[in-house]
């Protein structure tokens, strides 16, 4: 299949009551193993590479290589391109073929976030890619992006329908309690913040930060509305902790690198078809 972007592989999980699983990749083998999860639980599924990762595989490679891997898979696969900052970046991943993008303007003021991804939103439309936008400030670290606690910040409901409608964007990532990479305490999500969100707009919403919140918890804000949840940590432990277990169990005179890999697909594809299930997009492709 051809890539699709979030417009259409959201369309229907409000009125379905389930949400998308977007996961994050480094390489080969992590993404493989998110496409081959997401096609054992027939489930439309979103693969997202950040900036540091594009820079690490290469734009066009990472493009090539999604493209390859949805070509043979009969569930949709949508590239996206997660917490950019850098428009220049942006428009050079829309050009090598992401079917989204996300600018990742929430460290400045409002109307420069507005500014940044309305000029990112108009640039795509004439492209097959969707946007995404941050309003709020997700705390933790996600690759580069680092958010101390104390400048990480809850959106505020009042400002998301401007926010919305000056953009033009597809999707609207929100800051209500989660954080990027592992808890240091419970998470405790804002279910009354995402509810007043939800209530202002018909943009669907994006949970970033799904490593280590319950499932309760995520199911709760999937039967709010909720349409996208990202998942990054969980499998890059994955992925360093089975490359860790291959070192162990493997002979020592072991040299065949794909001895050591092809666990790591699998251990991605099962944490992903779980997640899938979990998310209730299972059997929707
Ligand atoms: O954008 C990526 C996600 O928000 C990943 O968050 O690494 O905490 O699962 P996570
Ligand atoms: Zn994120």
Same mark, same amino acid.
């Given at each position: 299949?051809?890539?699709?972007?979030?417009?259409?592989?959201?369309?229907?999980?409000?009125?379905?009551?389930?949400?998308?699983?977007?996961?994050?990749?480094?390489?080969?083998?992590?993404?493989?193993?998110?496409?081959? *999860?997401?096609?054992?639980?027939?489930?439309?599924?979103?693969?997202?590479?950040?900036?540091?990762?594009?820079?690490?595989?290469?734009?066009?490679?990472?493009?090539?290589?999604?493209?390859?891997?949805?070509?043979?898979?009969?569930?949709?696969?949508?590239?996206?391109?997660?917490?950019?900052?850098?428009?220049?970046?942006?428009?050079?991943?829309?050009?090598?073929?992401?079917?989204?993008?996300?600018?990742?303007?929430?460290?400045?003021?409002?109307?420069?976030?507005?500014?940044?991804?309305?000029?990112?939103?108009?640039?795509?439309?004439?492209?097959?890619?969707?946007?995404?936008?941050?309003?709020?400030?997700? *705390?933790?670290?996600?690759?580069?992006?680092?958010?101390?606690?104390?400048?990480?910040?809850?959106?505020?409901?009042?400002?998301?329908?401007?926010?919305?409608?000056?953009?033009?964007?597809?999707?609207?990532?929100?800051?209500?309690?989660?954080?990027?990479?592992?808890?240091?305490?419970?998470?405790?999500?804002?279910?009354?913040?995402?509810?007043?969100?939800?209530?202002?707009?018909?943009?669907?919403?994006?949970?970033?930060?799904?490593?280590?919140?319950?499932?309760?918890?995520?199911?709760?804000?999937?039967?709010?509305?909720?349409?996208?949840?990202?998942?990054?940590?969980?499998?890059?432990?994955?992925?360093?902790?089975?490359?860790?277990?291959?070192?162990?169990?493997?002979?020592?005179?072991?040299?065949?690198?794909?001895?050591?890999?092809?666990?790591?697909?699998?251990?991605?594809?099962?944490?992903?078809?779980?997640?899938?299930?979990?998310?209730?997009?299972?059997?929707?492709?």
């Amino acid at each position: 299949m051809e890539l699709v972007t979030l417009q259409e592989i959201l369309a229907n999980t409000k009125k379905e009551h389930y949400a998308v699983g977007a996961f994050n990749f480094n390489g080969y083998e992590d993404a493989a193993g998110i496409a081959q *999860g997401a096609a054992a639980a027939r489930s439309p599924v979103i693969l997202m590479a950040s900036q540091g990762a594009c820079q690490y595989i290469g734009l066009y490679e990472t493009a090539g290589l999604i493209k390859g891997i949805a070509k043979k898979l009969s569930v949709p696969i949508c590239l996206h391109l997660d917490h950019a900052t850098d428009l220049d970046f942006i428009r050079e991943a829309v050009r090598a073929g992401f079917s989204s993008v996300m600018i990742d303007a929430s460290a400045k003021p409002y109307e420069e976030n507005i500014h940044d991804s309305k000029t990112i939103a108009t640039f795509a439309k004439d492209y097959h890619c969707s946007v995404e936008a941050e309003l709020g400030k997700v *705390g933790g670290k996600e690759d580069n992006i680092v958010v101390e606690d104390r400048t990480a910040s809850f959106t505020d409901p009042a400002q998301v329908p401007r926010f919305v409608e000056e953009t033009g964007i597809d999707a609207l990532a929100i800051a209500f309690g989660s954080v990027h990479g592992f808890y240091k305490s419970e998470p405790k999500l804002d279910f009354d913040r995402l509810a007043a969100v939800l209530k202002l707009t018909a943009c669907p919403i994006v949970l970033h930060g799904g490593t280590g919140i319950p499932i309760a918890d995520i199911q709760k804000c999937i039967s709010m509305g909720l349409a996208k949840v990202n998942v990054g940590t969980e499998l890059k432990a994955a992925f360093s902790n089975t490359i860790r277990k291959m070192c162990a169990e493997l002979p020592k005179d072991e040299f065949d690198p794909r001895k050591f890999l092809k666990p790591v697909k699998a251990a991605c594809a099962a944490i992903v078809q779980e997640k899938l299930e979990a998310f209730g997009s299972a059997g929707k492709a």
